[in-house]
């Protein structure tokens, strides 16, 4: 259903202004008095990767006044695949940075405020608070739990984008006038059961699309334009070429939302550095790069014996492997199916697991000690930490 304007007009647009948005003041949904509602935003983007660029650079050109961006993360080579604000040039710059001085490229009148950090329990209402719209590109779920509760609390809408390799998702969720994420998703799914996108891809210009969307959800919302996503999932399909909605009513499982809590105890994740979240291993089970270098040389000189297994997907594998390593995918961990072919392999010798980073072979390792192979093992850090502390030659993905 429409809404009214979420803000308040600003003060009349000067000469210069009426020249710069003059496209959008022939639209009789926006106008003159919507353009000032636009100019008078002030609207957060939690995430400055594949979504937030798109919504960054559309926000600032359709002069919204304020933008504020949350990343806690600097630019890598893997990003520009899809983070189209930012460029060569901002290899290793913070993400908050290159995204302002690219916003401010694009519309010198938007007021940049950069929040160089990760949100949590302890800072989210206040980095939220005195935002009109919040715009959610994160790929965790753990943050857009977060995210979203800390917008109903302070009757915020969340504009919530997702991706993953050929499929997008976006939505509006606010409190006041709908339903939220949590009757959406009212519980998480089991950690490791959804591989991000680091893990499983993503279609670059995927990102432009959805991204779009969420910028587009975000002027209506501002300008009392139209009929928001508010109860209704929009999904793209990429390679079908489709757009569908889903609607989405309240739980009444889902009580109000009344405070923040440990959002990484809810999503089952590790507290900490080295702690254990659920399905994972306990105790002192990892091995270092260095380590296992030295381990690999030993075998290959029939000082010791040992299976290394890769619980990566095969197109990683050809991306970047560990020479030496048999490939079982994690998801034949996660259903049983591994047990017994990890058995047969290792003949009573030690296992050694690893992945991209360690989340998955960490998983895969709470699978075998549960089976018994308690001297099984897995590389800290995975393969990046291979490539950083063994063969930098080596590429990263």
Known sequence: MPLPPLVEPGPPLTVEQVSRYSRHLLLPE?????????????VLVVGAGGLGSPVLLYLAAAGVGAIGIVDDDVVEASNLQRQVAHG?????????????????DVNPEVDVVTHPLRLDSSNALDVLRGYHVVLDGTDNFATRYLVND????????????????????????????GPTYR??????????????CAEGGVLGVLCGAVGSVMATEAVKLITGSGEPLVGRVLVYDALEMSWR?????????VGPITALVDYAAFCG??????AAGAGQATGDATVSAPVLARMLRARESGERDFVLIDVREPHERDIVAIPGAVGIPVGRFRSGDAVAP???????????????????SAEALAVLHAAGLADAVHLAGGVLAWVRDVDPSLPTY
């Open 245 to 253: 909605t889903v609607r989405v009513r309240r739980n009444p499982a």
């Open 269 to 274: 994740l590790p507290a900490g550095p080295g």
């Open 183 to 196: 009757d959406l998703q009212p519980t998480p799914p089991p950690p490791g059961s959804v591989p991000s």
């Open 150 to 177: 800390a917008c109903a609390i302070l009757g915020v809408p969340d504009v919530w984008g997702s991706i993953f390799r050929f499929d997008g998702q976006v939505s509006v969720f606010w409190a006041e006038h």
């Open 30 to 42: 926006i106008g003159v008095l919507g353009q000032r509602r636009l100019r008078a935003a002030r």
């Open 342 to 360: 990890v058995n047969e392999l290792a003949a009573g010798r030690q296992v050694v697991l690893h992945c991209k980073s360690g989340g998955r």
């Open 88 to 104: 060569q040039a901002d290899l290793g710059r913070p993400k908050t940075d290159s995204a302002r001085d690219r916003v401010r």
